[in-house]
C-alpha cells in the first residue's frame, strides 16, 4: 500500500514508509519503531493504520539499518541519538503538517516499545501534535517534557512486562496526574511487545482488542 518518502529534518533529509488511505484524505499519524528499525511488521503497521483512514508514515530513525538480532537491537537503540531522533520526528509531524492528503490537519503519533517512548517523547516536544499513543514505552535515555505536554495520551500495557512493569506505569500516571495531562491506560494480561505479530510475545487477542482501542482513540482525538 505505502512507499517511500524523502522528507526535510533539520536541514538535512530523512526517509520514511507513507501509506495514504483509499478515501485520498484522513489525519496524519506518525508510527514510531521499535528498536528493530523500520521492518515490515511496522510497514504493516502503517497500512494497518491508512486502512483506518489515517495519512501514516514511520519515519526510519536508523537510516537504513535494521536488524533480527536483540542483542544487536539493544546495541542500536543505545547508539541512537535521542536529539536526532526528535529531529526525524519533527520533520515527519511538519511533513504530514504539509502533505495534501492530511484533512483534517491534525497530527498524532503512535509508538511501541523504543518508538513508544518516542511517541510520548515527540508529542512532549511538539505541542502541535493532537493526540498520543504509547504501547509499553521504554528507552533509558528517553524523559519527555511531561509539564509541556499538550496531546491527550493512551497508554498500553502488558501486566507481564519486565521492562515497563506496574511501578514504572503507577509513576508516570501519577506523574500525568499531577500535571493534569489527560491520560487513559489499560493493561493487558501479557508480556512486553505482545502487540508483535512476528515476536515470541505476541499476543493476539491483547494485540487486536489493544489496536481497537488506540483506533478508536486516535479517530476520537483527530477527527
Same mark, same amino acid.
Not at 14 to 24: C, E, Q, T, V
Not at 144 to 163: M, Q, R, S
Given at each position: ?10 536541514? &538535512? ?5 507513507? +501509506? ?17 528499525? %523500520?521492518?515490515?511488521?511496522? &510497514?504493516?503497521?502503517?497500512?494497518? +493504520? ?5 495519512? =501514516? %508514515? +514511520? ?10 538480532? =536483540? ?5 542500536? %537503540? !543505545?547508539?541512537? &541519538? ?7 520526528? &519533527? ?31 515527540? +508529542? ?24 509541556? !505536554?499538550?496531546?491527550?495520551? !493512551?497508554?498500553?500495557?502488558? =501486566? ?10 503507577? =509513576?508516570?500516571?501519577?506523574? !500525568? ?28 487477542? /491483547? ?6 482501542? /488506540?483506533?478508536?482513540? %486516535? ?5
Amino acid at each position: 500500500m505505502g512507499d517511500m518518502v524523502t522528507f526535510a529534518a533539520n536541514g &538535512r533529509q530523512a526517509d520514511g514508509y507513507l +501509506a495514504i488511505p483509499k478515501p485520498g484524505k484522513g489525519p496524519g499519524l506518525v508510527v514510531v519503531q521499535e528498536y528493530w528499525g %523500520l521492518v515490515p511488521h511496522i &510497514r504493516a503497521v502503517v497500512d494497518r +493504520a491508512a486502512g483506518e483512514g489515517f495519512v =501514516a %508514515l +514511520a519515519p526510519d530513525l536508523y537510516h537504513g539499518e535494521t536488524t533480527t538480532s =536483540a542483542d544487536q537491537a539493544w546495541k542500536m %537503540l !543505545l547508539a541512537m &541519538r535521542v536529539d536526532e531522533a526528535e529531529k526525524d520526528l &519533527r520533520g515527519a509531524i511538519r511533513f504530514l503538517e504539509a502533505h495534501p492528503a492530511v484533512s483534517p490537519k491534525k497530527i498524532g503519533t503512535i509508538g511501541f516499545c523504543m518508538g513508544g517512548a518516542l511517541s510520548l517523547y515527540a +508529542a512532549s516536544k511538539n505541542p502541535n501534535v493532537a493526540a498520543c499513543v504509547v504501547f509499553y514505552g521504554v528507552h533509558p535515555s528517553i524523559k519527555p517534557d511531561l509539564a509541556n !505536554l499538550k496531546a491527550p495520551v !493512551l497508554g498500553i500495557y502488558g =501486566a507481564k512486562d519486565d521492562f515497563v512493569n506496574a511501578e514504572v506505569v503507577k =509513576a508516570l500516571d501519577e506523574e !500525568l496526574t499531577r500535571l493534569g495531562k489527560r491520560h487513559e491506560f489499560h493493561t493487558y494480561p501479557a508480556g512486553h511487545a505482545f502487540f508483535n505479530d512476528t515476536g515470541k510475545n505476541y499476543n493476539a487477542a /491483547a494485540a487486536a482488542d489493544a489496536w481497537q482501542r /488506540a483506533m478508536t482513540f %486516535l479517530k476520537r482525538e483527530l477527527s
